[in-house]
């Protein structure tokens, strides 16, 4: 069974720094793309990063450019992803979510596979 497993998630102060990972649990997803989305307590789903297979290609979305940057390891069996956080602010919080997918996008509908979510919970 396909899974995608996010940890790293947690209660900091604002400024401070995270990072998330997610684990792919088979070596199929190296060469899929692989995503990072966050929503928010009464807010959409939204796009927060994405890497290529091959991890040449990365985007950033607005609000987090600058601050968060994300990364890929294709180990021989699984593939790890992660997202690094750094000067965090309460309008990050959220639960983070990584998705694999064969295009690269930052539209949630090309992501065929999901995890099932990481909380972080920035104070102020």
């Known amino acids: 069974q396909v899974q995608l497993v996010e940890s790293g998630g947690g209660l900091l102060q604002a400024g401070g720094s995270l990072r998330l990972s997610c684990s792919a649990s088979?070596?199929?997803?190296?060469?899929?793309?692989m995503c990072w989305f966050r929503q928010a307590p009464g807010k959409e789903r939204q796009f927060v990063a994405v890497?290529?297979?091959?991890?040449?290609?990365?985007?950033?979305a607005d609000s987090v450019k600058g601050r968060f940057t994300v990364s890929r390891d294709n180990a021989k069996n699984t593939v790890y992803v992660y997202l690094q956080m750094n000067s965090l602010k309460p309008e990050d919080t959220a639960v983070y979510y990584c998705?694999?997918?064969?295009?690269?996008?930052?539209?949630?509908?090309?992501?065929?596979?999901w995890g099932q979510g990481t909380q972080v919970t920035v104070s102020s």
């Open positions: 890497i290529s297979w091959s991890g040449g290609t990365k985007s950033i």
């Open positions: 088979e070596s199929t997803f190296s060469s899929y793309a």
């Open positions: 998705a694999a997918g064969v295009q690269y996008a930052t539209r949630q509908a090309a992501y065929d596979y």
